[in-house]
């Protein structure tokens, strides 16, 4: 569904701007999630599980699911921003179609569409176990491009 | 909006369950969350800020702030739920109005409509700074009563 | 939660810009619904029962509920903008709290959050029979003002 | 992402069930919109362009996009439920990418988790004119089965 030309990048350095902001979010390395992927409109984050990051039942909690999605969701959209754009998270919706049951889960962001301002953003997180890997959530996700705003940049 | 009679709880020791699900949920612990208040279709959770927990600008992450107003959501739904069930979340949408910029924050969970399995909650989240309080994350989220499945109890 | 500063209306014939554009929507026209409402951040819209605007239960679709809401979210968006801009939703999310039934209903946004470009307005549609007034819809928005762009001005 | 085992169909006659509780859907015709496809876990609602379903900018207005997507998505999921269940909109979320110009519109629900209680849908309208086909807008929905409740059946 994504516009092939939309699709383009805006700046060259956009794999060292996504790596250097995902690296000065202190959460990524507070609940000890990395970076596993960059492409032009893609983004994937991973997270190991750890029984510190749970809810009641033993599960990742769906706040730590939403986390890295929301985060593979806007670094997505940021490969797609000229330089000097900062990105935000105006607001996102999430459907939980399994526990979040696994030894490690990965979070995907895919633009779906990408405008001067406003960026549509698909995002999934699966967990992967011996049994395979299972889609745990479904993210739809709405991120605006800022310049020279409030010292937002990325 | 909330009906009267849908807002008795079923459960006379809803209180307690809260606090010891609360007590389970390990994420709350890792960041440093505590459950300031319950009530009858209420939960209210409070978080001081920590560096630790942040995006790249230096404000609390959107995952986060997602983190303890989805639980404020699911504990209000639970207060109403009758004893032996557990509480899920099918989904949530939420807003972002303004960077998470404060020195503590407090998310409260509201239940708009108590069902017998689908309850409706409405969330938002606060900043607090020596200049007031200020909303800056809006939920609305879809909660599930689920009965002797998967060993989900609450 | 509106901040008081940010609820000034930004054109004074806001009423009159709101109400032309209104009976521009002809979707308006052939549901039968009227602008009852008009004030800065707040619009309502009603609507009376009809038999074939209906789901295969017989209660009022709920894309038709959409409808009515998203116009008063959209239109209470407006009220707040500045003369020129035009009014488009960049999303929406909506929880069906109860079936669609009555003999009338009135659809009512309120604007939460108005910024210069994205507003965030929260909707409800609630029913009219004799036993009383029934809240049936939530909605949560996001509108943008757009200026000089496509032809889109209201 | 849809798992195989849950899309089989749990009623041999699912496709003459769509057929005539999209029959008894009056918003349908009223509108103009037809049922185009039929299978597990899959619906299409076609809508031809029509000036008196539009907004003030000569659109179709979001809500009957919306009408169309919520009905394909509602039947998508009825496709996969047993005989005797009826289906109920939980809730949605739509994102619009783009202005809905065109000559026809489609709408396409997909199941995306089929559950013995509820399904998550993802849905799609797209705009058809002589330049090609456009995605509008993207829903995700969640749909519930009822069985016994309140004279819904499908």
Same mark, same amino acid.
């Given at each position: 569904?994504? #516009?092939?030309?939309?699709?383009?990048?805006? %700046?060259?350095?956009?794999?060292?701007?996504?790596? %250097? +902001?995902?690296?000065?979010?202190? *959460?990524?390395?507070? *609940?000890? &999630?990395?970076?596993?992927?960059? =492409?032009?409109? @893609?983004? %994937?984050?991973?997270?190991?599980?750890?029984?510190?990051?749970? $809810? $009641?039942?033993?599960?990742?909690?769906?706040?730590?699911?939403?986390?890295?999605?929301? +985060? &593979?969701?806007?670094? &997505?959209?940021?490969?797609?921003?000229?330089?000097? &754009?900062?990105?935000?998270?105006?607001?996102?919706? !999430?459907?939980?179609?399994?526990?979040?049951?696994? #030894?490690?889960?990965? =979070?995907?962001?895919?633009?779906?569409? =990408?405008?001067?301002?406003? !960026?549509?953003? +698909?995002? @999934?997180?699966? =967990?992967? +176990?011996?049994?395979? @890997?299972?889609?745990? !959530?479904?993210? $739809?996700?709405?991120?605006?491009?800022?310049?020279?705003? #409030?010292?937002?940049? #990325?």
């Amino acid at each position: 569904m994504a #516009d092939a030309k939309a699709m383009q990048r805006k %700046d060259p350095q956009f794999r060292t701007r996504v790596a %250097d +902001s995902f690296a000065r979010q202190t *959460i990524m390395t507070t *609940i000890g &999630a990395t970076l596993t992927h960059v =492409a032009p409109g @893609e983004v %994937d984050i991973a997270l190991p599980f750890r029984p510190d990051l749970c $809810q $009641q039942h033993g599960f990742l909690h769906a706040g730590v699911v939403t986390t890295i999605v929301d +985060s &593979a969701c806007g670094f &997505a959209a940021l490969t797609l921003m000229p330089a000097g &754009a900062g990105v935000l998270t105006i607001e996102f919706k !999430s459907n939980f179609l399994a526990p979040a049951a696994g #030894d490690a889960f990965v =979070a995907r962001g895919r633009v779906v569409r =990408a405008g001067r301002q406003i !960026s549509v953003v +698909s995002g @999934e997180v699966v =967990a992967r +176990s011996p049994a395979g @890997e299972k889609v745990v !959530s479904l993210m $739809q996700a709405t991120m605006m491009a800022v310049t020279g705003t #409030d010292g937002v940049k #990325d």
